[in-house]
């Protein structure tokens, strides 16, 4: 995200929709690892992240689901 938000980041605007894909298989990884701790830490950083390109004047978000596994 810091790259993406970076000096050289794209235009965007309170016009602008924003799609975050929640990854199934980092959450696959944290359950049979058994460090479920990990999802904490992954909402965490999606919350920052969507903080973030609010500040910068996002205005819409698509945030997709977790496929049911």
Not at 13 to 35: A, F, K, P, Q, R
Not at 37 to 62: P, R
């Amino acid at each position: 995200m810091s790259t993406f938000l970076g000096e050289d980041h794209p235009k965007i605007g309170i016009d602008d929709i924003v799609i975050v894909s929640i990854g199934g298989n980092d959450i696959l990884s944290s359950i049979y690892s058994g460090h479920t701790d990990n999802i904490d830490k992954a909402i965490d950083s999606i919350i920052a992240n969507l903080n973030s390109l609010y500040i910068k004047g996002v205005g819409s978000f698509i945030v997709s689901n977790v496929p049911d596994f």
